[in-house]
């Protein structure tokens, strides 16, 4: 049985899944001048055009865990492109937990799902 994804409640490493099994891809987006910038649709548009040669490097993907409402408004378009389960999860920014404190609780519950798909439980 693996173990499950980080479990970034409680931050318990003995809960977490080991980095070697995992891979994270973010995508920064600029403005030029070394400032972060929100995503737009034409930068997902952008980034599509890439993610199927991205998908073909990881022959063992198991989950796509999508991170805020910009990543997972490409689900669709990833769906066409890979069979392996996607999940969806708040992003942890402090701006979304801080206003809907309820969020935290949904990425938990995102993280449970992710640990149950790879044959794991997180442990209450």
């Known amino acids: 049985m693996r173990a499950p994804f980080y479990c970034w409640k409680r931050r318990d490493p003995k809960r977490s899944l080991p980095r070697s ?30 993610l199927e040669g991205l998908l073909n490097l990881l022959p063992n993907l198991a989950i796509v865990v999508l991170v805020g409402l910009k990543a997972q408004s490409a689900a ?36 449970r799902e992710v640990a149950f798909l ?3 439980r997180i442990a209450e």
């Open 76 to 111: 669709k378009n990833i769906r066409a492109l890979t069979a392996v389960p996607l999940v969806a999860t708040p992003h942890p920014s402090g701006e979304v937990f801080n206003v809907c404190p309820d969020k935290k609780d949904d990425a938990e519950e995102a993280f």
């Open 21 to 50: 099994s995992a891979a994270t891809i973010r995508w920064y987006v600029g403005d030029g001048a070394g400032r972060i910038r929100p995503v737009t649709p034409a930068d997902i548009r952008e980034a599509l055009l890439h």
């Open 118 to 120: 790879l044959g794991g």
